[in-house]
């Protein structure tokens, strides 16, 4: 009887914190992503005037729980977190050093529910949002610029297509580096890159103005013209 | 087609790269035939307003080059050498997509068109394909698909084959000679150009013979295999 | 814009983010990003110019904020950006158009001259004003005291006066290349 009781309780609490989960993963997401993004400013700027540990601490640990629920994976990877815990440890450390233990906590607990609060809203933003507001954001600024939107579209694939490119270069800069027996250090590696990249950035420019990429183009005309049909 | 080239002379700083060029081109199939550095990129360049002349002018179908360059680059379609620096989305589908939105401003125009074309070419099949998966072959038919989606009247191709393998250059020039517009194509490989209607060989800057491709084969075994400097 | 502006820029911008993912690394400790990064960009003003330079390290910073790991060690996401680092990435943007600004002042004169130029360019773009944006941000997210916050990053001036030099040296060399 009291197993079965006490099975029933865990399986409520299971059910309960599953329908917290998702329901807290779902109002997040859905939220539109400009939005997540001012509160995040709003957030981080509160965090940062804040002073109170006992509140830094609560709401550091809040954030961190909200994170962990909106996570997707189960177990928090030590391999990937270290690096970040050891520098936040590393902050905390100096600055209990230089101003005393309660500031070092705040510092911490600060580090701590920002970062949270971060990962929170990347966790529930997809990257098709965020490049939406990025151009909501940018095309005020280009209009300014006097760079049509167009343009940035364009820029913001070249570059992605590029990213690729750029290491498949390093790699065989490395090859012909090795190749000539000259050792592979940043700074041999790093003019040849530099040099190929300049010149591609030529191919590129002709390419892209040939085919009049992100230009406002005039409506086709068919020219007069005697083509000899094979 | 006509293209006029009316007495063209281009400078740099360092050298003279084209010396004296007038040329009127009206035939189907082009080839220009040169070693590096003879200015062969340089002339067919022009055509599209990519670089200007020191002196001179060049006229496409009644269009002076220098005065009307949007309308020029609309009906003149340019394949460069290397696959890679062309094609600038990294899916397939959204580089010719993004160049087809100011002519088709319906989405579903352009899907059509898009797919239309990449199966003329046999590679529909890459239409949802990250580029920089793909061969170089591939992403040349795929580099060529982007301009043939945009109708040139005209199209002009410098050493599109240079850096393919075996296969793909056939399937390149088999495509090529299916072409209904007219073709200016520049190459270093007289092979190609067998079934071209004219072959411009060009060395130092200037025409040095235009006539028939065995013509040019005849004046190239001739002239080519001395030391520079010497013949022609 | 001009398309070469465009080019050079997603060209650097992929550039950065590249090796970010190349070699691996991590400088978890340090709370400056001192890496092949802020070479990069203050090469990138030396060689491309003001405006190609700095969008370049936008673009960076902001595909960097979307999330991709493109910082130093495979990071990315706004929380590093909001962090006790994040000044010393902001901070490369009006940093990069420092160094290309004053890269394109023009000067006569022997190789020497060119290469005291571009350090300088280097040093006041790459090093002053990154180090302007990144302390009082580093300072008033954790909390430190100003000068304990500069305290802190003096460690890596040395290191990145070094890297001020190499640049220009690059720089001059690429230049001659090119030209």
């Known amino acids: 009887m009291n197993t079965y009781k006490l099975s029933l309780l865990n399986r409520l609490r299971h059910i309960c914190r599953l329908g917290l989960r998702r329901t807290l993963r779902q109002v997040l997401q859905s939220m539109p992503a400009g939005f997540k993004l001012l509160g995040l400013i709003f957030f981080s700027t509160a965090f940062i005037l804040l002073h109170n540990i006992v509140w830094l601490s609560s709401v550091a640990l809040v954030m961190v729980w909200v994170w962990l629920i909106v996570r997707t994976e189960r177990m928090v990877s030590w391999q990937k977190m270290w690096p970040l815990a050891l520098s936040f440890g590393v902050i905390f450390l100096y600055m209990a050093w230089v101003s005393g233990l309660q500031e070092g906590f705040v510092a911490l607990f600060r580090l701590i529910a920002l970062w949270a609060a971060a990962q929170t809203v990347m966790l529930t933003t997809s990257t098709t949002a965020m490049m939406q507001v990025v151009e909501t954001v940018v095309t005020p600024f280009s209009k300014l610029c006097r760079a049509n939107p167009a343009r940035i579209a364009l820029l913001f694939g070249l570059t992605i297509r590029l990213m690729p490119l750029m290491v498949q270069q390093w790699h065989e800069v490395r090859e012909a580096q090795q190749a000539r027996g000259v050792k592979v250090k940043a700074h041999n590696m790093l003019v040849p890159m530099l040099v190929r990249t300049l010149n591609r950035a030529q191919a590129l420019t002709d390419a892209i103005d040939a085919r009049q990429l992100g230009e406002t183009v005039q409506p086709k005309i068919q020219t007069h013209s005697p083509s000899a049909h094979r | 087609m006509i293209i006029n080239f009316n007495q063209i002379f281009l400078e740099n700083p360092t050298r003279q790269i084209l010396r004296d060029v007038s040329l009127s081109l009206t035939e189907s199939r082009i080839g220009v035939i040169g070693a590096n550095g003879s200015g062969k990129s340089t002339l067919v360049r022009l055509i599209n307003g990519l670089v200007s002349p020191t002196a001179g002018s060049v006229v496409v179908n009644g269009l002076d080059v220098s005065q009307n360059l949007k309308l020029v680059r609309q009906l003149v379609g340019f394949v460069f050498q290397n696959p890679d620096n062309q094609?600038?989305?990294?899916?397939?589908?959204?580089?010719?997509?993004?160049?087809?939105?100011?002519?088709?401003?319906?989405?579903?125009?352009r899907h059509f068109r898009i797919k239309e074309t990449l199966a003329r070419l046999g590679i529909e099949k890459l239409y949802e394909r990250a580029v920089h998966e793909l061969s170089g072959g591939e992403k040349q038919l795929v580099a060529l698909a982007a301009v043939l989606s945009l109708e040139p009247e005209i199209l002009i191709l410098d050493e599109p084959t240079t850096q393919?393998?075996?296969?793909?250059?056939?399937?390149?020039?088999?495509?090529v000679s299916r072409l209904k517009q007219p073709v200016i194509f520049v190459t270093h490989d007289l092979d190609l150009l067998q079934d071209f209607d004219r072959v411009l060989v060009v060395d130092q800057g200037q025409i040095v013979h235009d006539g028939s491709p065995r013509q040019a084969l005849d004046w190239y075994v001739v002239h080519m295999s001395q030391p520079m400097g010497q013949g022609a | 814009m001009t398309t070469r502006t465009l080019v050079l820029s997603a060209l650097f911008t992929a550039l950065l983010c590249a090796l970010a993912v190349v070699p691996p690394i991590p400088m978890p400790l340090v709370p400056v990003p001192l890496t092949l990064q802020t070479l990069l960009v203050m090469l990138a003003g030396l060689v491309v110019g003001p405006r190609a330079a700095g969008l370049a390290v936008l673009i960076y910073v902001?595909?960097?904020?979307?999330?991709?790991?493109?910082?130093?060690?495979?990071?990315g996401g706004l929380g590093v950006l909001l962090g006790p680092t994040g000044g010393f990435l902001v901070g490369m943007i009006p940093g990069a158009m420092v160094v290309g600004w004053l890269a394109t002042r023009a000067i006569e004169g022997k190789p020497w001259l060119h290469i005291a130029r571009n350090t300088l360019a280097a040093v006041l773009g790459g090093i002053v004003v990154i180090y302007l944006v990144g302390v009082p941000w580093l300072a008033i997210v954790t909390g430190m005291p100003f000068a304990k916050a500069i305290n802190v990053v003096v460690v890596f001036l040395p290191g990145d006066f070094i890297k001020a030099v190499v640049a220009a040296f690059l720089a001059q060399r690429v230049n001659r290349f090119l030209v």
């Open chain 2, 87 to 109: 094609i600038v989305f990294p899916v397939v589908s959204e580089d010719l997509d993004f160049g087809l939105k100011p002519r088709l401003p319906n989405a579903n125009d």
């Open chain 2, 164 to 175: 393919l393998d075996l296969r793909y250059r056939n399937r390149l020039m088999h495509i």
């Open chain 3, 62 to 75: 902001v595909v960097a904020a979307i999330g991709f790991p493109v910082l130093p060690g495979a990071r």
